[in-house]
């Protein structure tokens, strides 16, 4: 397969586009980005269609395909840019790496950030874990916001095997921070770490200086720590 297999794709997504409905998501994205009007149900069933046709590419030429529909300004073709990594997953090489930070860091909002770094960075870290010191060391001290939020999140599913030296000292590096998504992002990596162990997360709340953002999402299941 070669770059002819993005070009078909966008082709094919750009066949079913929805002005129609294209104008509401533009909007629920705050005019981040254009969008064909493909909702998920939609996008994913077209996207069903074309892979059983054409399969789904592997390796550089994988990468190249995500590459290119990660130029194309409509948000879909991010969208299934990520699902041809999710549906090659388990033959990722540590390489990759570098592609998931190019596509954190390119046409960034959460929406695709989230899914990256707790979907693909998340399972990548598992799977070749030399690699976690190497970049989360390095994005949690990036200007780019959401390098340091992917370093806060890529733990979101690991529940008991979650290195929480790791999580805690980065939240500390980053609690003082304005920014609400990286806010948000310390409240929630707690929250989903407190449905494995809530007395630890009470315990690190009530001893660390958070924002009200971050404590009121860290403690939405558990609630404060008990005296």
Known sequence: MSSSYAKQ?????????????AGPMIAYMRNQFPFLGLKTPQRM?????????????????????????????EREFHYTAILLLEKRMKEALPSQVNLLEYIITTHSWWDTVDLIASHLVGDLFTRYPALIPVYTSKWILSDDLWLRRSAILF??????????????????????????????????????????????????VAQTELSPLSVREALKRVGKEKD
């Open 9 to 21: 794709m966008e082709a094919w997504l750009r066949s079913h586009q929805n002005s129609e409905t």
């Open 155 to 204: 733990q979101l599913g690991y529940k008991g095997k979650t290195d929480t030296e790791l999580l805690f000292s980065f939240i500390d590096q980053c609690k003082d921070e304005n920014d609400f998504f990286i806010r948000k992002a310390i409240g929630w990596a707690l929250r989903e770490y407190s449905k494995t162990d809530a007395e630890a997360v009470r315990h690190f």
């Open 45 to 73: 069933a077209v996207t069903k269609q074309f892979v059983k046709e054409h399969g789904i590419p592997s390796g550089e030429d994988l990468e190249q395909a995500v590459r290119e529909l990660w130029t194309m300004p």
